[in-house]
């Protein structure tokens, strides 16, 4: 297991009142993807619970493009991972985010 | 001078040879017919050492018992031997090397024998002729390789010893003809004898000998995919190559390989490509094996024509009832041919697209791995430019034209395109800086590293992230960036040089799913016109009936 914390400065958020929302399944190859409100309307909080420790730099690489791309300010996101690859992890944050969005 | 009472030139020297081996293997036969008990004998008596020998097995129908039986020949009277095959897939095939009684072997695809052939080549038990393209083999049995002997695989004989190999007719015919032409000799194995052959694909007077085989030749289910396996990422790629490849070119006419990358493209036909007004527009005509996966779309009437290099288990009934669709005899059952669909898929195909384990930065593709000698198959021929095809179709003409740089002679082009999952399990990179089958030619000190397709003849490349045309692309170095651009979060990917690739993008030489009217969201399990292998038997009306492995009901 690994565990870290990041936390990126964006864009404010625009509108209150998300709920929170919940993407995928922890299985192998797969990962949960929980996005609640946060306080700090400028800031985007990522943390990481991976079963496969040592790919720190793809998971910075991965998350610091998500945050650039979508300007998400005051979410919290929380995500187990269980060996997903890069490409199922950005598809499941894209989908719990557009969750996230369009369920407020 | 009477120079030929001297020193007598014979033109007659194969035939007179066969002949003796013929008079020598009569002891053991009745006519053409040989006791299963007798097999071991007779292969003693028609093999003499240093034959050619070619073994039927390719990575579906296999000569099992033959090969099984030539294990079983004493190694001082059956030595020596030049093996020539398409697929070394069975242990039988390395047990004959191991037991010292082959020197050479010339073939095709190793593919689960990889690693012992590679082991046995590092121990210089076995030199490697060449390793070739099914189409390239086949070629040399009729020009330097022609086999001394044949050991091949039918379904059935009658007492004449005319042979029906029926739906997996696969790769015997080009053997046997090379073989029976050029006064070789022709021993199958026949899974039964009957007295009247549903139809006849081998005649008698190209067959030296038949034996009945105790047990039914294998067949590998090989093109079988469930999908109930195939991801979302999966469903992602198809998505981009239906809307980013497909439809851009119109493609009609295509080969698809094997795998759940294009599994996924056969069953999105009949839901999103249909949704977006593609049926009749794109995937009417194929080379391809008889996919179950393709039976949805087959149904929903998104396709003309299939021709095949071999059947597929379970597929036979459903083959059988759609004879407009498959190349069917009169019989009711399909005849495929690997050599005659392989040259379709070269010359007729206007689209290749197939999943490998590495791409490098100038686009070159391997499957290889270091320790393994997997070897080639058909992709090759399936995935290059048919630099000798004059006929023109739109896509070719449109691929042709965006590769021209400016050329003044205007000339087509075939589509190649490489479709992966930028990490594989266990974050394998399918991007990398240097190919393993570098180490692998140098290990295995092979002339060249074994490359499945080569860089100047792919055309795309698709992942999750998205597509890039590398037609497109003026110089080397963009050609570099384009596959930087799609090869997400690897070690390549990560490198990228973003102003480029955006640049890229700008240009449409570079594109992702937002650039494509992709909402990524949309890449759900609902597309899929079959979900799991109950599906398709639904989808089929009951006629496919899928081997026992697959079925979880």
Request: aromatic content about 6%.
């Amino acid at each position: 297991m690994e565990h870290f914390t990041l936390s990126y400065t964006t864009t404010p958020r625009l509108q209150e009142g998300h709920l929170p929302r919940l993407c995928g399944v922890v299985a192998s190859g797969n990962l949960e993807v929980l996005v609640e409100p946060l306080d700090a309307a400028d800031l985007c909080l990522i943390e990481v619970n991976t079963s496969a420790p040592g790919f720190r730099v793809i998971w910075e690489a991965l998350l610091s493009d998500f945050v650039e791309r979508n300007q998400v300010g005051g979410v919290q996101i929380s995500i187990n991972d269980a060996g997903a690859t890069p490409a199922v992890v950005g598809l499941r944050l894209d989908q719990a985010l557009d969750a996230y969005r369009s369920g407020l | 001078m009477n120079q030929s009472s001297e020193n007598p030139v014979m033109w007659d020297a194969l035939s007179r040879n066969s002949t003796a081996r013929l008079e020598r293997g009569a002891a053991f036969a009745r006519g053409r017919e040989v006791a299963t008990e007798d097999i071991t004998r007779l292969l003693e008596a028609v093999i003499e050492p240093g034959d050619r020998v070619c073994i039927e097995g390719n990575n579906q129908k296999q000569a099992d018992f033959l090969s099984r039986s030539l294990l079983k020949t004493d190694p001082s009277r059956v030595r020596d031997l030049h093996l020539l095959q398409s697929v070394l897939a069975l242990p039988e095939h390395l047990d004959i090397i191991e037991r010292g009684q082959v020197s050479r072997i010339d073939f095709s695809f190793s593919g689960p024998q990889a690693g012992r052939l590679a082991a046995l080549v590092e121990q210089g038990r076995i030199t490697i002729g060449a390793i070739h393209t099914y189409l390239e083999l086949f070629s040399r049995y009729f020009i330097d390789l022609t086999p001394r002997v044949a050991l091949i695989a039918a379904q059935a004989a009658d007492r004449e010893g005319n042979l029906y190999t029926g739906p997996n007719t696969e790769d015997t015919p080009a053997i046997v003809e090379a073989t029976a032409f050029k006064s070789g000799i022709v021993i199958a194995q026949v899974n039964e004898v009957v007295d009247k052959l549903p139809r006849v694909d081998i005649p008698a007077d190209w067959v030296s000998y038949f034996v009945k085989a105790p047990t039914p030749h294998h067949i590998e289910p090989l093109f079988t995919r469930d999908p109930a396996h195939i991801t979302e990422i999966q469903i992602l790629m198809a998505m981009i190559a239906i809307k980013g490849l497909y439809a851009e070119y119109g493609i009609t006419r295509l080969n698809h390989g094997i795998g759940f990358d294009t599994a996924a493209i056969e069953l999105l036909l009949p839901t999103y490509a249909a949704e977006l007004g593609l049926k009749g527009k794109i995937c009417t005509h194929w080379a391809l094996n008889p996919h179950p996966t393709l039976i949805p779309a087959i149904e929903a009437g998104f396709v003309k024509s299939v021709h095949s290099f071999g059947s597929e288990v379970g597929m036979e009934r459903y083959i059988s009832a759609r004879p407009d669709i498959f190349f069917v005899g009169n019989d009711g059952s399909m005849r495929s041919n690997r050599a005659f669909s392989q040259a379709a898929g070269h010359y007729a195909c206007d689209l290749f697209i197939g999943s490998t384990l590495q791409i490098d930065l100038e686009g070159n593709s391997s499957t290889a791995t270091k320790g393994r000698i997997s070897g080639f198959g058909g992709a090759p021929n399936m995935g290059s430019d048919a630099r000798g095809r004059r006929h023109a179709s739109p896509a070719w003409l449109r691929a042709g034209r965006e590769g021209s740089r400016n050329r003044a002679m205007p000339r087509g082009r075939k589509l190649v395109a490489q479709i992966v999952e930028t990490n594989r399990e266990q974050m394998q990179p399918a991007f990398v800086e240097r190919l393993d089958a570098w180490e692998l030619a140098e290990s295995a000190g092979m002339e060249l590293p074994p490359v499945m397709i080569y860089g100047d003849d792919i055309t795309h490349i698709i992942t999750e992230e998205g597509i890039s045309n590398l037609l497109l692309c003026e110089t080397a170095e963009e050609r570099e960036q384009a596959i930087r651009g799609v090869a997400g979060y690897t070690a390549v990917g990560m490198g990228r040089d973003r102003r480029m690739v955006e640049n890229l993008r700008d240009r449409g030489i570079v594109r992702y799913p937002e650039d494509l009217g992709i909402n990524k969201r949309d890449a759900n399990r609902d597309l899929l016109a079959a979900r799991n292998i109950k599906d398709l038997v639904h989808a089929s009306g009951g006629l496919y009936s899928p081997p026992r492995q697959f079925r979880n009901w």
